[in-house]
């Protein structure tokens, strides 16, 4: 007897599976890969061969026999009465007897069917409900309703898995006995196993995985148990809903919705007969019967497998045998379903996002991905499509350039939602060098500071010493320099110099500060980490940083934290987040998170405003971008800026209006140098295709509205600021009397406003004038333009210019002769009689002493005034400059600034006829000599490189001096040259 029940025991062992216990499947990846290839279809069995059995894997059937083998057969019979009568009396009595109070000692338990959600997968959606990604973590999962499930499917799943289901009391009782039996050792060859729908749903419902693999006598009366009473508290419909939703059809699909897409590629309520039969005979070994399997082992399971369900269908009555025979015929199309990731750099942001947002919620990382959730994001499909397209395009067209990617992200501004993201994903979060779309936030961190846009900067020549570093030399894009210049100017056409000669005086800590409140958080907060090509691009930032850093130009100063999730529903539809009124359906809860935008002001209106004139002035940056750019956007009011990496492995071009915000980056992945490449050639075509593409587009378009209303693009100024005209310190030269010429600027009227960290700006006080009397001596200096001063002057000849010593420090270099002296008060009268005028001036860049020189130089060559900085003094008005007479004269020894200390021989010529002169004289000025003093004699002839004078130089004072050769006709000095020389 004990033999015989050991050989049962191993034939209920052996059929196991039959209880219907699947593995979990494996954990996906964040992207699950489907195969691309379908399965082939099964092909058809001749009529009539629809009631072949298959071995592997059985189908639990509750025959009359029960699958009993003929011993227990027999032994069934004889005890029918005695036990196994009496056992089903006896079920059936303790159920009516003992339930009841069961059940109230279970309520706990049995009310969890209410509460339970099994997980189900979360969706993405665009914000207009297209679909983006199904997430999910040990599968996939939707929960449909029982009236979306076909008849068919039903049917099969019944026939299939439990046909005593509508009329059982949650368990199948012979089967339950001859199960019992069989573990007893009463049983024969093989067992039936004894789980009912209803057993199946409560071992997936209250045990947890490691439960529902035991093979005990305890697991299992409590499951029967657990039937008994979940079938007293639900309806026939409710459990067989509950089932279809949760079990297991291989390929991480839970339920019967996601089975129907994943293998024919369509919702569950449009399944065929032939399809719902294929799915109802899944479960039992979901990973043997894989219908996308293309091995013919699996294949001929899996027809196997479908043909018997349909032989079962048949069997019970659901169909006619003409049913299964058509069905067979037509066969079967699978169409895998493609995970979809129509947007993936898009989703996988979103997806970071959303689990920042949810687990500072209070939700676990289970609940987002296995929840059930629908998130609505920020994204908009056409448009995404639209960047990828254009990004697409031009890297096909730029790859002669090394260009091998690109990256789009399109930002609204007023609520900082993230309309798009196309490109490589990493590029768009990972760090770069931005270049020269640094330069805006350094011009307005200068206005901030009280500079003005009317100010003249200078691109000339400049080298700057930093501790511990080479001397810094920017140079421009063109290896150029462009004098004197605005504000506008110089970031319009993306000038180096004036940029980095701005944060000099702004302060990199005052920028970064800036920057961060721009929502710029990537960049070290030590200022010495970048030093001054900070403005030039010297940090590394993030493109989606970048472009809504760049929105807040947009916003007229105010900033909004970039988002991607509009609305988060449960799978109930309730609200769980809500920004503005993103959610497209839903109810709210005590427990939603409804959120507003928020929008902080960060910079003074007004600053704002002149940045944006400036970047969207075509005629201003023309000279270095060219009129007809791609930075041009005729009918459409667009602010947009450059920027190039030296090495060309970066190329931005960032721009935007009032309603939309593009940032664009041009490069290679891994960091290889682009080959003649720029913010303009490589990335500015792919920024006007999209702002082009989204305005000339309605739906597009539409996205960016408010209110269904787009904002007006032609901003007005803000209360505050004028337009000035001023005079154009490019075209000043020297000798002006009046400006040549004028541009005019925007200026704020009063001090900028300095943002606290609440959004509230304060006001610096208005600088009182200090009430100065009017001066009586020294010369008199009126600015009557920004960077233009008005002074009493009078010119200085060459030789007293070259004779005039400054005083540096050491290391400096000293200022160039002068070509002016400002007259002082005491003078005025004999200076105006002797030719002095009031003429206008640029003054020096203020930066260093050695700019100031570079400057000066710059302005020599290209005749523009430089502001004398030395006074007149008495004596020099009597001082004539020199014409030319026509005659040869030059000094050949002493050399210019040749050091001398004995007597030595002048050596040169003076070549002159007496038309032109009568003779020469040598004068002296230095030392113990205050003004020019004759020197020998006068020579009346000619001569031509031969001595002409002796220089007693062992009788001067140690110092400086200038030997002047003069030509005299009529006692006036008519054509002269001087040299200097030194005596130690």
């Known amino acids: 007897m004990a033999s015989h029940r050991a050989g049962c025991r191993m034939a209920a062992q052996r059929n196991k599976e039959a209880e219907g216990e699947q593995p979990l499947p494996p954990r996906s990846s964040a992207l699950p890969a489907l195969s691309d290839n379908p399965a082939p279809a099964p092909p058809p069995l001749p009529q009539d061969s629809y009631v072949f059995r298959q071995a592997l894997p059985p189908l639990k059937r509750r025959s009359s026999s029960l699958g009993m083998s003929r011993g227990c057969l027999l032994l069934m019979a004889g005890m029918l009465l005695s036990v196994c009568g009496g056992l089903s009396l006896l079920t059936i009595g303790a159920a009516a007897l003992i339930l009841p109070k069961v059940e109230a000692a279970w309520s706990a338990r049995i009310a969890e069917v209410d509460n339970y959600r099994s997980f189900a997968s979360t969706f993405l959606y665009d914000r207009n409900g297209e679909e983006l990604y ?168 899996v027809d196997a497998r479908w043909r018997l369900v349909l032989g079962e269908m048949a069997e019970e009555g659901y169909i006619t045998p003409a049913q299964v025979r058509d069905t067979l015929q037509a066969g079967l199309t699978f169409v895998p379903g493609k995970a979809s990731l129509t947007a993936p750099h898009f989703t996988i942001y979103a997806l970071g996002e959303l689990e920042r947002l949810l687990l500072g919620m209070g939700y676990s990382p289970e609940d987002i991905l296995g929840g059930g959730l629908r998130v609505y994001t920020s994204l908009d499909l056409a448009v995404n499509q639209l960047a990828q397209q254009a990004a697409a395009n031009q890297v096909a067209q730029r790859q002669r350039n090394n260009v091998g990617n690109a990256a789009v992200v399109v930002v609204k501004p007023d609520s900082g939602e993230i309309i798009a993201i196309d490109g490589s994903v990493n590029v768009s979060t990972a760090f770069r060098q931005p270049g020269s779309t640094i330069k805006p936030f350094t011009y307005a961190a200068a206005m901030e500071r009280g500079f003005s846009p009317l100010d003249a900067l200078w691109d000339t020549p400049t080298e700057i010493a930093l501790p511990g570093q080479p001397i810094y030399a920017p140079r421009n894009f063109d290896n150029r320099f462009h004098g004197p210049m605005t504000m506008r100017t110089a970031l319009a056409n993306s000038y180096n110099i004036p940029a980095v000669q701005t944060l000099r005086l702004v302060g990199v800590d005052y920028l970064l500060d800036l920057l961060r409140r721009f929502g710029i958080d990537t960049l070290a907060e030590d200022a010495g980490s970048y030093g001054l090509s900070l403005t030039l691009g010297g940090g590394e930032i993030t493109l989606i940083e970048l472009t809504n850093a760049y929105a807040v130009f947009a916003n007229g100063g105010e900033y909004v934290p970039v988002t991607a999730i509009r609305c988060v529903l449960d799978s109930a539809g309730r609200i769980v987040y809500q920004l503005d009124d993103g959610c497209p359906r839903g109810a709210g809860t005590a427990e939603s998170v409804l959120r507003e935008t928020q929008a902080t002001r960060v910079l003074d209106p007004r600053i704002a405003y002149i940045i944006n004139d400036i970047l969207g002035d075509n005629e201003a940056r023309a000279p270095a971008m060219g009129a007809y750019s791609p930075l041009r956007t005729d009918g459409i009011a667009s602010a947009v800026k450059t920027g190039t990496t030296d090495d060309v492995k970066d190329n931005w ?10 940032g664009v980056w041009v490069g290679n992945n891994d960091g290889e140098p682009m080959r003649d490449s720029s913010g303009l050639t490589g990335a500015a075509p792919i920024w006007n295709t999209v702002l082009r593409g989204i305005y000339g587009n309605d739906a597009r378009r539409s996205a960016f509205a408010t209110t269904g209303r787009l904002l007006n693009d032609q901003a007005n100024p803000p209360p505050g600021m004028s337009r000035r005209q001023i005079c154009d310190v490019s075209q000043l030269h020297v000798s002006a009397i009046d400006c040549p010429a004028f541009v005019s600027e925007w200026a704020l009227d009063g001090p900028a406003g300095i943002p606290d960290r609440a959004g509230n700006l304060h006001y610096p006080p208005l600088a009182q004038p200090y009430p100065t009397p009017p001066p009586t001596t020294g010369s008199v200096v009126v600015e009557v333009s920004p960077g233009v001063y008005s002074t009493l002057a009078y010119p200085l000849p060459p030789e007293v210019a070259a004779s005039i010593q400054f005083r540096v420090a050491p290391g400096e270099l000293p200022p160039m002769p002068p070509e002016f002296c400002r007259v002082p008060i005491e003078h005025r009268g004999e200076a105006i009689a002797a030719g002095a005028q009031n003429l206008l001036f640029l003054a020096s860049p203020a930066t260093s002493q050695g700019d100031a020189v570079a400057a000066e130089g710059y302005a020599r060559e290209h005749n523009l005034a430089i502001l004398p900085t030395v006074d007149c003094w ?58 020019f003093t004759p020197l020998e004699h006068a020579v009346h002839e000619a001569r031509s490189d031969a001595p002409l004078a002796t220089l007693h130089a062992n009788s001067l004072q140690p110092g400086t001096y200038v030997l002047r050769l003069a030509l005299h006709k009529a006692e006036r000095i008519v054509q002269a040259t001087d040299v200097n020389f030194v005596v130690p």
């Open 874 to 931: 008495l004596g020099v008005y009597q001082q004539q400059r020199f014409g030319h007479a026509g005659a040869y004269l030059q000094i050949t020894q002493p050399r210019s600034w040749q050091s001398v200390s004995q007597p030595l021989s002048i050596i040169g010529s003076a070549v002159f006829d007496p038309s032109q002169a009568d003779y020469y004289l040598f004068y002296i000025r230095g030392g113990q000599f205050a003004d």
């Open 653 to 662: 071009t960032v721009g935007y209006t009032r309603n939309v915000a593009v």
């Open 134 to 301: 199904e997430a999910f973590e040990e599968g996939r999962r939707v929960h449909v309703g029982i009236e979306q499930v076909p008849k068919y499917l039903i049917d099969a799943t019944v026939a299939t898995e439990d046909d005593s289901f509508y009329n059982n009391i949650g368990i199948d009782v012979p089967a339950t006995v001859v199960a019992a039996l069989a573990y007893l050792g009463a049983g024969g060859d093989s067992s039936p196993g004894g789980s009912s729908i209803t057993q199946q749903l409560a071992r997936h419902i209250f045990f947890d995985y490691e439960k529902r693999l035991q093979r005990s006598v305890e697991r299992k009366l409590e499951e029967i148990l657990l039937a008994l009473i979940l079938t007293r508290a639900k309806s026939k419909a409710d459990i067989l809903e509950m089932y279809l939703n949760e079990i297991y059809y291989g390929n991480l699909a839970y339920g019967v919705q996601t089975a129907a897409r994943t293998f024919f590629g369509k919702d569950v309520d449009q399944l065929s007969l032939g399809e719902s039969a294929l799915l109802a005979g899944l479960p039992q070994a979901p990973a043997w019967l894989d219908p996308l399997n293309p091995d013919p082992a699996v294949q001929a399971a």
